[in-house]
């Protein structure tokens, strides 16, 4: 098994983590729930190995594709985008004037 190949292997992924919506060739399971844990397990043992090794791929590409540095400009850009005011609108919302208000 030393000798094995990495895409011999079919693991899962928690269905709550943040890479899940991105790794759609993984097994995703609630890590919480032991049947569908087992049942991940039972389908990685069951499943050819073209199958595996497609899916290992998949996720690899993902995964070369979104490095630190892609996620980090994508998280920055629409941090960015989110600070710009809608337009016709100021960023604060105007403080009523208290003094002229009626009681």
Do not use: C, Y
């Amino acid at each position: 098994m030393l000798d094995a190949h990495p895409a011999d292997f079919a693991g899962g992924l928690s269905r709550f983590a943040g890479a899940a919506k991105e790794k759609d060739a993984a097994q995703l399971v609630n890590p919480s729930d032991l049947d569908e844990v087992s049942g991940a397990v039972q389908r990685a043992l069951a499943m050819p190995l073209k199958e595996r090794r497609t899916r290992w791929r998949a996720l690899m590409n993902v995964l070369e594709a979104n490095t630190i540095t892609t996620w980090r400009t994508r998280f920055l850009d629409a941090l960015k985008s989110s600070a710009q005011p809608a337009s016709g609108l100021s960023r604060v919302a105007a403080t009523p004037d208290l003094t002229t208000a009626r009681v």
